[in-house]
């Protein structure tokens, strides 16, 4: 896909209370890590707490990244103050 | 949703396409069990409220959240979830009155073909409101009342917000809008549940839903404000009798029950007590068709930050967003193991649920509950009010149970 093709989504924040933490799980050794959603939380440990009750039915690694420190870019044109990928 | 006046009394309410389960109890032809079929969305429009309820699962307050949608993104979304064939948008918040863009947004729901349905404390509907809503297309009006005048004041943290409901009501039936109650059964008033239904049937609303305290949000901080066993089991009989009360004396109420799909078996056994086995027989074959709790499959939730959810009380976990990709993408999206391990949930069921007689018909509950409860969404419903005899005739009920 031609980079002007994306846009970049803008840094509208994604939790009021506490902070959204983006949740990637690795099912086996092998496995790929996944994006699987994000969770809501003041802290890591806490959000740590709350992936893991929700995929520790299946996951073996699980990693969690602040939603704020991930950019975003995409062909969708939901987000009116997304801003060309290259600004 | 388990439409308690269509399985004791027969109603065959107008397909307002609002429960989980329309579809599925149509006439009609049915929609084939493999196809995917597509959620009821819920849409939290907005955080800010004019009110603070004890059991708001959106934590509400008085002003609204950064990162909300402006009116041309709420438009595009509901092109989006047109697009993907979605039947009906429930316009939520916070409270979605607050939201000046309101009439206007259901407006072009109902353009793009979505059915639009409101959920509101109905404290802001004047009857000019209410008329641009019906003029705009609004299909439904749900209205929360959580008691009589002194106990839902308290319970929403405004004095005056019965009266200014009930007249709110008034305004939605004056405009000829469908209108029903939503009401949330706690310790604080379950003494009042029949006193509102005379009350609001007086004024000719006919349509009642009666929800169980969900654990999200602020509901999970009141769960010690939930029913007993014995207090649940009461609620849903007095809901089951006065239902069939007021048929017998020629007044058609709709009546519901939300939010726990333990309500599948009772009703199944009132019926058998109180009516008779065959009543019995076509409860059961009506709620085999049912399908249990909806979330993460006939219902969704996009918060007011576009953040979809497997339904609207389960705020603290979310899919994706909707400004990234699409809602149809984020949702049929089947690299997601939970979402997967909840749409094949009954290989999952636990302790008492693997031995109950009504597991097909609900599926161990909420999930949502349980992991409040048990850190495991798969674990038994810990509402569960079933009696072991109830649950598994059969056996006795040897595995543990609330009831016990
Ligand atoms: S035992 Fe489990 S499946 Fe049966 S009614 Fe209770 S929660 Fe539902």
């Known amino acids: 896909m031609p980079v002007e093709d994306r846009q970049r989504v803008s840094d509208a924040p994604r939790a009021t209370d506490g902070s959204e933490w983006e949740v990637f799980v690795r099912e086996t050794s092998t496995d790929p890590m996944r994006h699987v959603g994000s969770v809501t939380a003041e802290t890591w440990d806490i959000a740590y707490e709350q992936a893991a009750t929700l995929f520790s039915f299946t996951a073996e690694d699980l990693w969690l990244c602040p939603a704020d420190a991930v950019h975003r870019f995409t062909p969708s044109t939901l987000d009116e103050a997304a801003t060309a990928a290259g600004d | ?404």
């Not at chain 2, 509102?196 to 654990?215: E, K």
């Not at chain 2, 993408?329 to 193991?337: M, R, V």
């Open chain 2, 1 to 404: 949703m388990i439409s308690v006046s269509k399985l004791l009394c027969g109603l065959d309410a107008e397909g307002d396409g609002l429960r989980y389960d329309a579809a599925n109890e149509s006439d009609k032809e049915q929609i084939s069990e493999k196809k995917q079929r597509r959620p009821v969305v819920v849409w939290n429009t907005t955080r800010g409220c004019n009110l603070y309820c004890e059991h708001c699962y959106a934590s509400a307050c008085d002003s609204g959240a950064d990162g909300e949608f402006s009116t041309r993104e709420g438009k595009r979304l509901l092109d989006d979830l047109a697009d993907y064939g979605v039947p009906v948008v429930l316009f939520s918040g916070g409270e979605p009155l607050v939201r000046s863009d309101l009439v206007d947004l259901v407006d072009y729901a109902a353009d793009v073909g979505l059915r639009p349905v409101l959920s509101t404390n109905g404290t802001l509907i004047t009857a000019e409101r209410a008329q641009q809503l019906a003029d705009a297309g609004l299909a439904y009006a749900g209205i929360s009342v959580d008691g009589m005048a002194e106990t839902n004041d308290h319970f929403r943290g405004q004095d005056g917000a019965f009266d200014a409901a009930v007249r709110g009501i008034e305004h939605c039936l004056d405009a000829g809008l469908k209108t029903g109650l939503r009401y949330t059964i706690t310790q604080h008033n379950r003494d009042d549940l029949r006193d509102i239904v005379d009350l609001l049937a007086d004024t000719g609303l006919d349509r009642f839903c009666f929800y169980h305290l969900a654990y999200g949000g602020r509901g999970a901080d009141i769960s010690d404000t939930d029913l007993s066993t014995a207090e649940r089991r009461e609620a849903v009989r007095e809901v089951c009798d006065l239902t069939r009360a007021y048929h017998e004396d020629g007044h058609e109420i709709e009546t519901l029950l939300v939010g726990n799909y333990a309500d599948a078996g009772y009703i199944t056994e009132y019926a058998r007590r109180e009516m008779s086995e065959e009543r019995a027989r076509t409860v059961r074959r009506y709620l085999e068709t049912n399908g249990g709790d909806p979330a993460g499959e006939r219902v969704a939730d996009i918060d007011y930050q576009g953040n979809v959810h497997l339904n609207q009380f389960w705020q603290s976990y979310s899919l994706g967003n909707v400004r990234d990709r699409s809602f149809g993408a984020i949702w049929e999206d089947d690299s997601n193991p939970l979402v997967n391990a909840l749409r094949s949930r009954d290989d999952r069921l636990q302790g008492r649920c693997t031995d109950c007689q009504y597991a097909d018909i609900c599926k161990g509950g909420s999930p949502l509950r349980s992991l409040a409860i048990h850190d495991d969404p798969f674990a038994p419903d810990p509402q569960c009010y079933l009696t072991p005899d109830e649950r598994a005739p059969d056996t006795g009920g040897l595995q543990p149970t609330n009831a016990d």
